[in-house]
């Protein structure tokens, strides 16, 4: 059984972003003003502990707050489509023989569980298109020639 999970997002680019820039002001500001912190009041112990407080709270604040908002607008915008709504459509070609119960197709490059929709039967390497993507089942119908 080949079992495929795909997440129409990309995680690490919606979280990384605001971050780096973060890091970065961070990095910034410390370069300008350490040296004349340094002059007025030696660094105190409990200052890195009020630097590891903000950080962590600044990270979950944009991780639950300015995430979901940035999801939303990307989601919301025209024209979009996830991966999974991309493969209704596309082409493929059966790796097994396929029923109105199971099968294997092999679309986009990677091997999907199939039922033909209509429980239509549909011969090994034959080819295939993607009617619809149910959990992960693609329901497929012979192409036409």
């Not at 903000?54 to 919301?76: D, G, H, M, Q």
């Not at 029923?99 to 295939?128: L, M, T």
């Amino acid at each position: 059984m080949v079992v495929n999970r795909h997440n129409d997002e990309a995680p690490g680019t919606i979280l990384c972003a605001p971050l780096v820039g973060c890091a970065s002001v961070n990095g910034i500001l410390r370069a300008m003003f350490d040296r004349q912190m340094e002059r007025w009041a030696p660094p105190q112990p409990g200052n890195r502990a009020l630097l590891v407080g903000v950080a962590v709270v600044v990270a979950f604040a944009l991780l639950f707050l300015l995430r979901p908002t940035l999801l939303e607008k990307v989601r919301s915008a025209p024209g979009y489509r996830s991966s999974l709504q991309r493969m209704v459509g596309s082409t493929g070609h059966a790796m097994t023989a396929i029923s109105g119960r199971a099968g294997e197709v092999k679309g986009n490059g990677e091997v999907w569980q199939a039922r033909s929709f209509g429980d239509v039967e549909i011969e090994a390497g034959a080819p295939v298109e993607i009617f619809e993507v149910d959990g992960i089942t693609v329901v497929v119908y012979p192409k036409e020639p």
